[in-house]
Nanobody, 123 residues
Framework: QLQLVESGGGLVQPGGSLRLSCAAS????????IGWFRQAPGKEREGVSC????????NYADSVKGRFTISRDNAKNTVYLQMNSPKPEDTAVYYC????????????????WGQGTQVTVSS
């Protein structure tokens, strides 16, 4: 069964740090672009960041540039999202997804989705 599982969410203070993980089971992530998306209460799901299969290309939403870093370890079949200096407006359920060859944050390009992990930024 093809599955993506997010972990690492929780409560973090503004200005702190948190690292989210996206682990795959049932398939290898090597050939997939991986994206991180988030959905806050009452808002639409939005793209946060994505990374190409090789790791050579990354994209970030303007709202997280300079604060979040996406990376991947294909040997561990895992992709990470390092969240530094989070803000209260980063509070959301974070999802990872596996898609095609292009590092895009268009959700229609992603075929497999995880169940999400809650991130709450609050003092």
């Amino acid at each position: 069964q093809l599955q993506l599982v997010e972990s690492g969410g929780g409560l973090v203070q503004p200005g702190g740090s948190l690292r989210l993980s996206c682990a795959a089971s049932g398939f290898t992530l090597d050939y997939y672009t991986i994206g991180w998306f988030r959905q806050a209460p009452g808002k639409e799901r939005e793209g946060v960041s994505c990374i190409s299969s090789s790791g050579g290309s990354t994209n970030y939403a303007d709202s997280v540039k300079g604060r979040f870093t996406i990376s991947r370890d294909n040997a561990k079949n895992t992709v990470y999202l390092q969240m530094n200096s989070p803000k209260p407006e980063d509070t959301a359920v974070y999802y990872c997804a596996a898609g095609g060859l292009i590092a895009t944050m268009l959700m229609d390009e992603y075929d497999y989705w995880g169940q999400g992990t809650q991130v709450t930024v609050s003092s």
